[in-house]
């Protein structure tokens, strides 16, 4: 379980600022996890504002809802640079679905850690077919900490990461559910694009 971390003063007695990442494939607990270091920043009386990409209607227009029925508010922006005029003085950035965003998020939670804030962001770490998602890649190097989560393989059991797209659909962004996505362990993710692909 990740525990917020004690860093010391910054120069000059100002706030130091980090970017956290909770990654991991389709229904392996990002977005609750995202959710319940939120709610932790809440309790500590922290000053929280909450962003995802306005593509993202699955559950709910403008909060971010897990797929256990977890929610929280959240603004729902169409762009990165939104993020940095919406936020002010807050002391905790979250933002959801990180994938769905441009390049241009990546210098905007530096923007927002630079200057004092903790970013806190979740996304999908890979595509359909087991690649590297958008900006996912760079945020992950440019983060102080980050979290991998993981499910469980549909079709075996075992420690699942991979979404396996259900539908021969070959648009990177698809949004979905259980009727699109299956998540799955490495060998099970590639038997079944040999199927498709024969």
């Excluded at 002010?88 to 850690?113: K, M, P, R, Y």
């Excluded at 998602?133 to 992950?140: C, D, I, N, S």
């Excluded at 190097?141 to 991979?162: D, M, N, P, R, Y």
Aim: charged residues 25%; proline residues 3%; contains cysteine.
């Amino acid at each position: 379980m990740f525990i917020e971390p004690h860093l010391g003063r910054s120069k000059a007695g100002g706030r130091s600022g980090w970017i956290e990442v909770v990654c991991g494939c389709m229904f392996s607990g990002k977005t609750e996890e995202l959710i319940r270091r939120l709610n932790r920043a809440l309790i500590a009386r922290q000053k929280v504002e909450i962003f995802k990409p306005k593509v993202d209607t699955r559950y709910h227009v403008e909060k971010i809802v897990s797929h256990n029925e977890r929610e929280i508010r959240s603004t729902p922006v169409n762009f990165a640079n939104d993020i940095l005029l919406l936020a002010g003085d807050c002391d905790v950035v979250g933002i959801d679905e990180a994938q769905f965003f441009d390049e241009s998020i990546i210098e905007v939670c530096n923007t927002l850690a630079n200057s004092g804030k903790r970013v806190i962001i979740a996304g999908l770490d890979m595509d359909f077919e087991g690649n590297p998602f958008g900006p996912m890649p760079q945020l992950l190097a440019v983060a102080e900490f980050v979290t991998k989560v993981h499910a469980i393989c549909a079709e075996t059991g075992q420690l699942a990461s991979f979404s396996f797209r259900l539908n021969a659909s070959t648009s990177q962004v698809m949004l979905g559910e259980k009727d699109t996505y299956e998540a799955r362990s490495r060998q099970s993710f590639v038997e079944g694009m040999k199927n498709r692909n024969t």
